[in-house]
């Protein structure tokens, strides 16, 4: 079956499974039917109408992870209304550009927040003060129509807004019941990121989509994640960024394999880790590649795991998804050859809210290029090779960020890792290397370590390590954030 918006998904769950237990909140002990799903999320639609909120206006929301948070999104859906997502850390700056940005005329949060909502300069709405339901024709919403706008998580410049439609949420829903990991009825799911981020919001469209009991933490415990999976009986979870070597580094425990877990879903797997993780719990480790802009894009399935595990495989287009690897011109490149993943098909964003020119260059002869590196093997599975834009020039050779920012995660001491590009006069660029470290390791003892394990133009130059880097809402290092310059940068030439 495949379905047309959001709205439908919320009301075929309800008809299904009415009283199928459907979300657990483990913070706060709330659970939810799909029957009382579809009840409040209409409720919350009437509420939101009382609030002068009509068909297309777009409505801020800035809370933790709580039911409120995913009943506003699907009631926004069900009213043809549009959710600007407000991560919990911004502050009057970052906040204050994706309400100008977007258009926002409400914010919906909690008292919790009234301090950084008095200094926004829009109409606010504190959950503790809900206004009265107002009658209003529901479900009229179409796959085209605009559900999200979504921040990219603005690793350079000002974060841009993605217009995401239903079709966009409905594909992807879709996608995780016709293609791996075929969830289904029997299936407990499990997300911990932020509800301000897609993957929590993709993870509640599955759940409707497949009958399955989706279990939200408050955020990403690593010391008790597993015992969280136990005690839910959890069989599915998605992650992605520093969360598999964080998971890796807490102490070992005898009950690691004592899980009902089937398959684990995640995103940039590091490569020298991959086996570890599937050793150590006894589950396959699956990679999965998409982006805010393109939603479910490839993945590795059961038929290839075996053979590609820590060779940095992201599998292969989904059914609604075709794949393609270019040279600078957009024109196909051979297979092993490495290029640009490009991607088209349905369930893609309808571009960046008011910037036609980036709109443009992201989605060039009818595909939309990534910015990601990869090649295609003889059998048709794509891997990923690194960023265009994390390319670094020194004296006439390239240096992938992402091969050296893999090397320095392998170090026991390296929590996080970033690579990035300093002028110099003589070779054109020189690499800079920022490492968030447990002051365990010097620089010159993490610069000795990749160059054990690197061709020597390969490895950095420059040195800064800290104590924390910067991080995106989907906990990548946001690169924009540090500095292109080497004062106070340990310098490995000059010792």
């Known amino acids: 079956m495949t379905t047309t918006d959001v709205a439908a998904l919320v009301r075929r769950a309800a008809e299904r499974w009415p009283d199928r237990m459907a979300w657990t909140f483990d913070q706060t002990g709330d659970s939810l039917t799909f029957g009382q799903i579809a009840d409040r999320s209409a409720a919350t639609a009437r509420t939101l109408a009382g609030l002068g909120v009509h068909r297309g206006d777009r409505v801020a929301v800035m809370l933790p992870n ?33 309400l100008a940005d977007s258009g926002a005329g409400l914010l919906v949060t909690t008292r919790a927040y009234n301090d950084l909502a008095d200094r926004l300069g829009v109409r606010v709405n504190y959950l503790e003060d809900r206004a009265p339901e107002a009658e209003v024709l529901l479900d009229r919403s179409h796959p085209e129509d605009l559900l999200n706008i979504q921040y990219t998580s603005g690793t350079t410049g000002l974060p841009k807004g993605c217009l995401l439609p239903h079709r966009y949420w409905t594909a992807l829903a879709d996608s995780m019941v016709s293609d791996f990991p075929h969830l289904g009825e029997s299936d407990v799911m499990l997300t911990c990121q932020p509800f301000s981020y897609v993957d929590p919001q993709w993870n509640v469209l599955a759940a409707l989509r497949s009958g399955a009991h989706l279990v939200v933490l408050d955020r990403f415990h690593p010391a008790g994640f597993w015992a969280k999976i136990r005690q839910y009986g959890v069989t599915y979870f998605y992650c992605l960024g520093l969360m598999p070597t964080l998971l890796l580094r807490m102490p070992p425990d005898p009950r690691d394999r004592d899980h009902a877990v089937r398959a684990v879903q995640c995103s940039a797997i590091p490569v020298t880790i991959h086996r570890d993780l599937e050793e150590r719990w006894g589950v396959p480790w699956y990679e999965a590649f998409g982006m805010t802009e393109t939603g479910a894009d490839l993945r590795v399935g059961p038929g290839d795991h075996d053979e590609t595990v820590g060779t940095g495989c992201i599998g292969r287009p989904l059914a609604h998804r075709d794949v393609r690897i270019v040279d600078e011109a957009g024109d196909l490149v051979e297979r092993g050859t490495v290029g640009e993943i490009v991607l088209r098909g349905i369930g893609l964003m309808d571009g960046y809210l008011d910037h036609a020119e980036a709109t443009a260059r992201a989605f060039r002869n009818g595909w939309f290029h990534t910015g990601d590196l990869g090649r295609m093997d003889e059998q048709g599975r794509v891997y990923h090779t690194g960023r265009l834009k994390d390319m670094i020039r020194r004296s006439g050779e390239n240096i992938s960020a992402a091969e050296v920012e893999e090397v320095l995660l392998g170090h026991p001491a390296v929590r996080a890792a970033a690579l990035v590009p300093v002028p110099d006069e003589l070779r054109g660029e020189e690499a800079k290397a920022y490492a968030a470290t447990d002051g365990t390791v010097s620089a010159a003892e993490l610069a000795a370590y990749c160059a054990e394990r690197l061709a020597y133009f390969k490895v950095p130059r420059y040195w800064e390590l800290r104590d924390e880097l910067p991080m995106t809402a989907s906990e990548r290092v946001a690169k924009g954030r540090l500095p292109r310059h080497t004062a106070g940068a340990y310098d490995r030439a000059a010792r």
Not at 71 to 89: F, K, Q, T
Request: glycine share 6%; no cysteine; proline share 9%.
């Open 66 to 98: 709580v039911p409120d948070f995913p009943l506003l999104w699907l009631a926004l859906a069900r009213l043809g209304a549009v959710l600007v997502p407000l991560n919990l850390n911004y502050r009057s700056h970052d906040a204050g550009h994706v």
